[in-house]
């Protein structure tokens, strides 16, 4: 996942920034409060490919030249300026229910980053010792070790396996992503449920579910 961060406005209390997350088809952008300069320059070092400050207008020319013509974005220019203006903190694509997206969810979209770049490191930096997996067939893989060396074996067997989330909710406190996988092995390519158990910022348990009204029901999502 690529991250810009922009700021926009800076006193000597309060840093507000702006976070553009890109990650393939999903774009976020989000509000984000820095208490002091420390923080900023962690964020920076840790996940920034580039720093501001742009104002509104310049956001949205950040869109023009990236995107083109305002029909092709996921935001409109009207939306964009609606949020900076608003108390809202996350603004999601359209057709994406990402309004209570917390840091538990984006630890899910983080994780899942790692799956689709194949980095083990990542992933394994982001389980728990205790890190359990659990496939469509409801087989639990426990431990965080066992789960990296899984992992790299899946891998190696199916390179090509991508997660796409079109849906992103918060349900009794568990993450549900809805989406599709993408791989040139059959039975790994189609609709799927994902639901990831998140705590102190890390994955306690991360699950497949096959797309069934069953699993949907099960998991409180339409």
Known sequence: MEFLLHFLAMTAEKRLAYLIYLRNALLLISKVNYSNWQEIQDDFEHYMTSLGPWTTDEIIAFFEGEYGEESSWMFTKNQIRKFIASEVHI???????????????????????????????????????????????????????????????FFTKYPDYRNIFERVEIRNDIVVMIGYSTCSYAPLDGPALWSA?????????????????????????E
Do not use: Y
């Open 91 to 153: 603004l999601p694509p359209s057709g994406m229910n990402l309004g209570e997206l917390k840091s538990k969810s984006a630890t899910a979209l983080w994780f899942n980053e790692h799956i689709d770049k194949r980095n083990l490191e990542g992933l394994s930096s982001l389980m728990t010792e205790n890190h359990t997996f659990i496939d469509s067939s409801n087989d639990a893989f426990v431990g965080k070790e066992r789960m990296t060396q899984g992992w790299q074996d």
């Open 197 to 221: 158990k998140i705590r102190d910022d890390k994955v306690v348990e991360w699950r497949v579910f096959h797309d069934t009204k069953e699993n949907r029901n099960r998991l409180g999502v």
